[in-house]
């Protein structure tokens, strides 16, 4: 056992020393022939419930007749206008490419029927994406907590009825969820490899290319970008993603109407982003290995307040001149200093600079120096910016707003039934995706016995982390594992990040838009469980997941007729013995 000097941190020597272990105490490393292995079980396991009665109902369901449509224009070469990013209905006509689909079919309602359309093929390469995000979530699940954890959260992503639907029709979310479980996955196996090595350049490139992929879904990928890290960074030219908003910062004097005066204590929100400059109290981990790391956040707090001195300490409280007057922000919850690096990132970070939060700036001064370029407040300096024509990226920009400003106006049509994300959690009422006497009915819903463990144990860690609280206040012996705690805690907050901002949203709303708050949350049920079995003795907690692992399996044979299709009598009405499992009376089936 190593031992270390108060205030030293042997993370920090591993991450220099390149070691491709940290963070998995314990856990199996990546390489490990039996992960592959396990992997694959799992991945079969998805297969089975996903290609199950693929082609079945052989009709167009639900939203198949937007995105097969948007499909079938790429295929035909036409030009059409949506509120989404266009990677995933380019997926999709590639997949039609593939199983020899031409575009000619209209896809003009919910309920036309296919005839001689070869949409298995697309349906399939969906159902087979879908499948990926099982065994890539195991992965993480068990490198990050333990091999436990990641099976029963793989057995509740396995036999959630809702997941299989979403996964087995031509629909976005199938590389939604794979670009989200492979960037996750992707992300954990940095951590698994040598420092800057070859390998380590080559993962980390693939998982800021999954985080573009993610976004360029939909643009709900931006939570999971959230999740994984925000990353400030700088470069040498001027554009729009450089303009920041000075704020003065919460309970500080200001001085007149300036803000901008040495002494001064500000925050700056990213104008593109409206997010908040903030340092955090960890390392940076890219290109410096002891400063702190600087993010954007939602929100702001005593890390995004910034005091503005002057390189020039005699000029105290005077203002600060465009390209005359060098800058330096000090961090004072953090006594650091605003730095840009010495270094370029690799590609995923198109070569530009970290900006880190640095300790020595006294020694280097140089380094920790910033010019304001211009401005457009009366109170400040004189504005030097001149009139710049529009490029090619700020056309684009325009078209980004425009598909946010639709997509936030959407609407249900009459015969469209939304839903509030209060609902989501509590798999409150479902959604027919098809519904007919001669093709039977497929309603989505997932799996209730699922999604009510899952919510359940979001109180049960709440109450984990209360009672690990006070236990470390008493000075006793903490009853959970701090490692296991931290990273199921980590699962909450991308369950939050996912789930939330649903509630500030003003568009339409669908059951749908929770699946990726859905996986979080299933990591998170995995998580919980481990520490609470790992209390018990070996034998009970064998019982117990086995006995857990049994009751979902019995759930999913329940409620699998959701998913695969339901008999419908001539008066749209449903039969047969899941309806002995409606529960609820706001489920329609």
């Keep these: 056992m190593e031992l270390l000097a108060p205030g030293a941190d042997n993370r920090k020597e591993r991450w220099r020393s390149g070691d491709p272990l940290l963070g998995m105490e314990g856990k199996y490393h990546w390489s490990n022939p039996s992960l592959a292995i396990e992997m694959a079980v799992v991945f ?32 035909k070469s036409e030009n059409y206008f949506d509120v989404h990013p266009p990677l995933g209905k380019m997926m999709l006509a590639l997949f039609g490419e593939f199983s020899s689909y031409n575009g000619s079919f209209s896809f003009e309602k919910p309920g036309q029927e296919y005839g001689d359309t070869n949409y298995c093929g697309i349906r399939g390469f969906c ?19 333990s091999r436990n954890a990641g099976i029963v959260c793989a057995c509740l992503l396995t036999f959630d009825t809702g997941l299989i639907t979403l996964s087995q029709f031509i629909l976005l979310e199938s590389p939604l969820f794979f670009f989200l479980a492979t960037a996750l996955a992707l992300h954990q196996l940095t951590r698994c490899s040598t420092l800057y090595s070859k390998s380590w350049m080559c993962v980390i490139t693939a998982a800021g290319a999954s985080l573009g992929c993610i976004m360029s879904v ?51 929100r990213h104008r593109a982003t409206g997010r908040y400059l903030t340092v955090l109290p960890d390392i940076a981990g890219i290109t410096d290995l002891v400063d702190n790391r600087v993010v954007t956040t939602e929100n702001s707090d005593l890390n995004s307040c910034l005091q503005i001195t002057l390189s020039d300490v005699s000029r105290k409280f005077q203002k600060v001149e465009t390209f005359q007057t060098d800058l330096v922000l000090l961090s004072l919850n953090n006594k650091c200093a605003l730095k840009m690096g010495e270094k370029q990132l690799p590609e995923y970070g198109a070569k530009q600079i970290e900006v880190t939060c640095t300790r020595r700036h006294v020694r280097k001064p140089t380094s920790v120096q910033f010019t304001l370029e211009h401005n457009i407040s009366p109170h400040e300096a004189e504005n030097t910016q001149s009139i710049q024509p529009s490029s090619f990226f700020q056309k684009l920009s325009e078209m980004q707003v425009k598909m946010l400003v639709t997509n936030n106006a959407l609407l249900p049509s ?24 001669k093709h039977g009915g497929v309603y989505f819903l997932g799996n209730p016995v699922i999604f009510w463990t899952n919510l359940l144990m979001i109180f049960v860690l709440l109450f984990i982390n209360v009672k690990q609280s006070y236990t ?18 980590w699962y909450l907050f991308g369950y939050l990040l996912h789930y939330v901002p649903f509630f500030l949203m003003g568009r339409v709303l669908y059951f749908h838009h929770f699946y ?55 008066d749209h009405k449903t039969y047969g013995y899941v309806t002995w499992f409606r529960w609820l009376d706001t489920w329609s089936f």
Aim: with cysteine.
């Design 472 to 489: 470390k206040l008493r000075a006793q012996e903490i009853p959970y594992g701090e490692k296991e705690l931290y990273q199921t805690n």
């Design 414 to 437: 009459e015969e469209e039934r939304s839903s509030r994300p209060w609902m989501w959690p509590l798999d409150w009422e479902g959604l027919w995706f098809a519904l007919s006497h």
């Design 218 to 268: 939909k643009y709900i990928g931006v939570f999971t970008v959230a999740y994984i890290g925000f990353l400030v960074t700088g470069y040498g030219h001027r554009d729009e993603n450089n303009e920041w908003e000075v704020e003065r910062c919460l309970g500080t004097p200001g001085y007149g109407d300036s803000l901008i005066v040495s002494g001064g204590m500000i925050q700056l």
């Design 44 to 75: 079969i396991g998805s297969l089975v419930t996903r290609f199950n009665k693929l082609c079945d109902p052989d009709v167009v369901c639900w939203d198949e007749t937007h995105f097969g449509k948007f499909a079938s224009y790429y295929l």
């Design 516 to 570: 990726s708050a859905f996986i979080f949350n299933c990591m998170l049920s995995g998580g919980v469980v481990e520490m609470l079995l790992t209390r018990c003795s070996t034998r009970t907690a064998i019982r117990l997941r086995c006995a857990l692992l049994l009751v979902i399996l019995a759930s999913f044979v329940a409620f699998a007729p959701l998913a695969y299709g339901i008999p419908v009598d001539e």
């Design 127 to 145: 159902a087979l994406l879908g499948s990926a995000v099982p065994p890539l979530i195991y992965a993480v699940v068990q490198s990050q907590i």
